[in-house]
């Protein structure tokens, strides 16, 4: 009976073994994308900025976690997108400058779209590779905003505005822009231009008479950006990733490791549906847009 005893303890003590080891295995799984393998040892991280860029907390996050992790000797970065918001564009340059000022090698690969602020995080990056066919450049910032005076007439709609200064209600759907109000908006909108512009002649190196000549809102093709000097070559994800791993002195073929993923608990779905539920309700508003696009 005792030796009975002591083989079910035995067996026992195997299977929680295992038990502890597969869960630690799906544990340290669940940090890396789909599909690939546990790495050690030295990696390139890799950051994807896609769509618009109106939250940079996701990219600034990954970025900095990147740049922390000892075992990460490059940064790379994807980018596909159109632009966004300026601010959220900035930091996220600015966090990628810092990964840069560290030592490590900061590298972008430009999909089909990199554009205005899409271009303007790339300026962080130590290299830029792009498609021959990517749509990049679009230099330029741009505020807009509905104007709905005379349909707000017809349904008999009216706005009573107390307001403590004369500009508080500026791009107010109710009414026009006064001249005074456009002034003080080209002002504005001139000085975060020239934050584009003096980032794009720092980065690339170029003057900015010669910058200033092409940044008037136009799209380049890669092949184009390549010529003016706005990107560093030509070439598809998989030759960034190359250059990358040649860049931090890996060799081989570098693994690439994406940041690591969040649990993701009833709370966070919770918070997801009230985000969408809040933009649901602000696209139907009218609203002000002042972005790089």
Do not use: H
């Amino acid at each position: 009976m005792k030796e009975r005893s002591w083989v079910m303890i035995f067996i026992i003590a195997i299977v929680v073994a295992g038990a502890i080891s597969f869960l630690v295995l799906l544990y340290l799984g669940a940090l890396l994308p789909d599909g690939q393998r546990l790495a050690f040892g030295d990696k390139i991280g890799l950051v994807r900025v896609e769509g618009g860029i109106y939250n940079s907390s996701p990219a600034v996050d990954e970025i900095v976690e990147f740049g922390k992790d000892d075992n990460i000797k490059a940064l790379l970065v994807r980018i596909d997108s159109p632009g966004g918001g300026v601010a959220a564009a900035q930091e996220i340059y600015e966090e990628l400058k810092k990964v840069s000022d560290q030592g490590k090698p900061v590298i972008v690969s430009m999909g089909s779209l990199a554009a205005s602020g899409g271009y303007y995080v790339a300026c962080g990056a130590d290299t830029i590779v792009a498609n021959p066919g990517t749509l990049t450049g679009s230099i330029g910032v741009i505020m807009r905003f509905a104007q709905a005076e005379e349909l707000l007439k017809k349904i008999g709609v009216g706005y009573e505005v107390v307001k403590t200064g004369q500009y508080k209600d500026i791009g107010s759907p109710s009414r026009p822009l006064s001249s005074e109000e456009r002034v003080l908006l080209t002002d504005l909108l001139d000085d975060v231009y020239d934050q584009f512009v003096s980032v794009i002649v720092t980065e690339r190196n170029l003057s900015r008479e010669y910058v200033e000549g092409f940044s008037d809102g136009r799209l380049l093709t890669g092949r184009q950006a390549y010529e003016m000097g706005l990107v560093d070559s030509l070439g598809n994800f998989q030759d960034a990733i190359m250059l990358a791993g040649a860049m931090a002195g890996i060799d081989g073929e570098p693994v690439v490791v994406t940041p690591r993923r969040k649990s993701f608990t009833l709370w966070d779905l919770l918070n997801e549906l009230a985000g969408a539920a809040s933009k649901a309700s602000q696209s139907s508003r009218m609203s002000l847009e002042y972005s790089f696009r």
